[in-house]
């Protein structure tokens, strides 16, 4: 496999691709820009939290307004400067822009008039013929900094340069405007702010110039209220006259944006759809902070020769948890520590037992527990709940919080059924994987253990997990063999679910009419090792919205890809899909 890094550019212009879908706030901002030259000198905002698209929207403003030959654009990263350079790059970059004829005869003419040129080497410099900008500015600013009459000059330099030039005529015979973008200011330092600030209300508040400035606004106002100035809210408004918030990405735009930066890093065959939306939700839907993940995964998978063998699936998932779960994965690579991720499906598996009143666990989550009994010292007791409440007293305190996080939940699942979890997880430990774990009970092949086969016995009271509660849930079950199912689909009605079963996808989209709220099918059916998928795909194409649960056992990656991107969430637990079932009764 070959990925790529993400760059942390901001999109520039109308030709780059519009992920973060601000195209149109774009348009509206540069054409309200345009058609309100006339009341210059104003300024607007883009406001938005770090790393949520601001200096994206700003370069697709500039990019609009470009396009005016009326309009002059300015760029001025405010992070590049420091404190009172501030004031003066702010300044420069605007004088810049003027035609250097029309500053030769206003800084001339002005400059008769005023003590500001007296003395100092521009006399020399105007009268040879060569203007350089730049100079003037460093020779103004070193008499500036002790001389009050010059400050009050230079604003009259300005103000007359700026309004001499934008009365010259642009296209169309429109009055020219200066659009200043002015970005990262809330990255710098207090002193830097005030003196931006200071640089567009005191020396730059002149007809003819538009001022768009990129800052999480509440930055200016701690700020302005920290160094003494009139109530923040006040100076704001001397500062900002409109104010645009860039609004919150919907769900379905965040999904949209992971796809796209999967599909520029490569990652797209790795990410399926519900950890797209466990990466978008876990960051906040903020840009910055998914590039940076999905880079960690591609630098992790290049620099670290264990992953190329154990392959991008694991890797993926354990970037995931380092980002989202720190503290849990931090317990997980501890070196020569349990087998967190065993250890926790366990708890997982036993809670969820509990919840719906089941009396059994299946074999592997079973042995699992005698494992991780003899570990703990414990002697379970004889009722589940009991047993439940004594895990939850000899595991982390933060498991039932992790229990009931889906997104959690589902990342450790994923990990968990990998092919090669178990050398895996041994790998991240840096420790010899275990040997697989035999039960110490008798099993009969096929079945789940008795309470009888654990020396427990099922109990209805509840102790450390809120009791299943299905009520008006409408469940499609589509599998060939229906036996198979009926225990869980008992539980099922037990806790207040309808439960409709069916043995092929022909009369699943004849159930769809019921308007069931989760359909749930089985991956094989006879010699037909794709039926899940081929019915997924069947029932979407039908319109069903809701989930889609493939109940089976196949740790295939490539049929379980293929049919989480047909629409299905893979699940091998009872307890997973009661979950998967109960958060969309939820919905």
């Not at 040879?128 to 100079?135: E, P, Q």
């Not at 299905?470 to 199912?485: C, E, I, K, Q, T």
């Amino acid at each position: 496999m070959v990925f790529s890094l993400l760059n942390d550019e901001p999109v520039h212009g109308a030709g780059d691709e519009d992920v973060l879908g601000t195209a149109r706030a774009a348009r509206d901002l540069a054409r309200l820009i345009q058609v309100s030259r006339a009341a210059t000198p104003f300024t607007i905002a883009i406001d938005a939290d770090w790393g949520m698209g601001k200096s994206s929207l700003m370069h697709q403003i500039e990019a609009e307004l470009s396009a005016d030959r009326s309009v002059e654009c300015v760029w001025f990263n405010a992070w590049t400067a420091d404190g009172t350079d501030a004031l003066e790059g702010v300044i420069k970059s605007v004088l810049q822009r003027f035609d250097r004829s029309l500053l030769r005869r206003v800084w001339y003419r002005t400059g008769r008039r005023g003590p500001l040129l007296a003395g100092l080497r521009l006399g020399v410099t105007l009268l040879a013929g060569v203007f350089r900008v730049d100079r003037i500015v460093d020779e103004l600013w070193e008499r500036m900094a002790a001389d009050a009459a010059a400050r009050n000059q230079i604003r009259e330099l300005i103000s007359q340069s700026a309004t001499e030039w934008a009365a010259a005529p642009g296209s169309w015979d429109q009055r020219r405007l200066l659009a200043v973008f002015v970005d990262d200011l809330d990255r710098c330092s207090d002193e830097t702010i005030l003196a931006v600030c200071e640089a567009i209300k005191v020396y730059l508040d002149v007809p003819g110039l538009a001022f768009v400035l990129g800052c999480d606004q509440s930055r200016i106002a701690d700020v302005a209220e920290a160094s003494g100035q009139a109530l923040s809210a006040d100076y704001l408004q001397k500062i900002v006259q409109v104010n645009y918030r860039i609004p919150p990405m919907d769900p379905a735009q965040a999904a949209r944006l992971v796809r796209s930066y999967a599909e520029r890093s490569g990652t797209a065959g790795l990410l399926t759809p519900p950890l797209e939306v466990l990466l978008a939700e876990r960051m906040g839907r903020n840009p910055r902070r998914i590039k940076r993940l999905i880079n960690s995964f591609v630098m992790e998978y290049h620099l670290n020769v264990g992953w190329q063998e154990f392959g991008a699936e694991g890797l993926l998932r354990s970037v995931l948890l380092q980002h989202l779960y720190p503290d849990f994965h931090r317990a997980l690579v501890q070196p020569g520590g349990p087998d967190r991720v065993a250890e926790f499906v366990t708890y997982y598996e036993v809670r969820g037992l509990v919840r719906r009143g089941g009396d059994g666990l299946d074999p592997e989550p079973a042995a699992r527990l005698v494992v991780l009994a003899d570990r703990l010292d414990l002697r379970l007791p004889e009722e589940w709940p009991a047993a439940l409440e004594q895990l939850e007293r000899a595991l982390p305190p933060e498991y039932p919080l992790l229990a009931a996080d889906r997104g959690f939940v589902r990342l450790i699942l994923d990990l968990a059924q990998l092919p090669d979890a178990d050398a895996l997880l041994g790998w991240l430990r840096r420790i010899a994987p275990l040997e697989p774990v035999r039960p110490r009970m008798p099993l009969e092949q096929g079945r789940p253990p008795a309470f009888s086969q654990l020396g427990m016995t099922a109990a209805p009271a509840l102790a450390g997990a809120p009791p299943l509660n299905l009520h008006g849930a409408r469940v499609l079950w589509v599998d060939d063999v229906p036996s198979n199912n009926a225990e869980l689909a008992g539980l099922l009605r037990r806790s207040g679910a309808e439960v409709r079963q069916v043995e092929s996808t022909a009369e699943a989209l004849a159930g769809l009419g019921w308007q069931p709220h989760v359909v749930i099918t089985d991956m094989r059916r006879e010699s037909d090792k794709r039926a899940g998928i081929d019915g997924t795909r069947a029932v979407r194409a039908r319109g069903f919205t809701g989930p889609v649960i493939l109940y089976s056992e196949t740790r295939n990656l490539t049929l379980l890809a293929e049919a989480e991107q047909a629409g299905a969430t893979s699940v091998r637990s009872p307890t997973a899909m009661v979950d998967l079932i109960e958060e969309a009764l939820a919905r």
